[in-house]
């Protein structure tokens, strides 16, 4: 027999007292991960509208609709907070690199012509810029936070490019005696074209920037005899 209207009023009682016991308990996974993006996206904002100094722990959680013990159980302080966001933005912007990696070319010449110009893209993204200037504000507040992330950014590209020294150089006739090195003295190059267009004025220029990066690239290689 089915069940009677009495038996099915019952059962939704149930269910909504359920349904409220969890709601004033621990949240589920769901909930808890949905948690946990609001808090690092109002941690983002706040860090990059207002700076790391001016940022508070309340703000942060007043932005992100929780209160400040649901925030102090995910992080200990704002310099734990600051360090998810941006592990968590590196983490995103090497998604967006691995899924363009596809068109880093299949000798060394061309994967280094890649990664000069994928430094200068990178450099000149908005969030990316706004992200350095945090940073660079951390030199003086979070200074572990900005040593971090600056190991981190550095470790990733060298890793990459000493790699493809190593697998891509003999191809070209070439055997690095030390490929981090030689990977070293390029990101170094790359960085010294970059301060080059900044102090002549001509960073916004797309062309000449890329001429500048490709004759670069160009005379990095011509000297490949002597890595």
């Not at 009023?9 to 609001?38: F, H, L, N, T, Y």
């Not at 936070?145 to 890793?159: F, P, S």
């Not at 004025?201 to 500048?212: K, N, P, S, V, W």
């Amino acid at each position: 027999m089915g069940a009677t209207t009495g038996e099915n009023e019952v059962s939704g009682a149930m269910a909504v007292a359920g349904g409220a016991q969890r709601s004033r308990g621990r949240p589920s996974r769901k909930e808890a991960e949905a948690i946990d993006r609001s808090v690092l996206e109002a941690a983002r904002e706040s860090f990059l509208a207002h700076g790391f100094t001016a940022t508070t722990m309340d703000a942060i959680a007043a932005r992100a609709g929780v209160t400040k013990a649901t925030l102090y159980q995910r992080y200990d302080d704002k310099v734990a907070m600051l360090r998810a966001v941006l592990h968590e933005r590196v983490a995103a912007w090497s998604a967006v690199s691995d899924r363009r990696a596809v068109n880093r070319g299949d000798t060394l010449d061309k994967r280094l012509e890649h990664y000069a110009r994928s430094i200068t893209r990178w450099s000149r993204d908005p969030e990316v810029r706004s992200f350095g200037e945090l940073i660079r504000e951390c030199w003086g507040t979070a200074r572990a936070v900005a040593e971090e992330m600056q190991t981190i950014r550095v470790t990733r590209m060298l890793d990459v490019i000493e790699k493809d020294i190593r697998e891509f150089g003999p191809k070209a006739g070439v055997t690095a005696a030390n490929p981090r090195l030689i990977a070293e003295l390029f990101l170094g190059m790359i960085g010294g074209v970059h301060r080059y267009l900044e102090d002549s004025g001509q960073a916004d220029d797309a062309a000449i920037a890329q001429l500048c990066l490709d004759q670069a690239v160009n005379m990095f290689v011509a000297g490949k005899s002597s890595w």
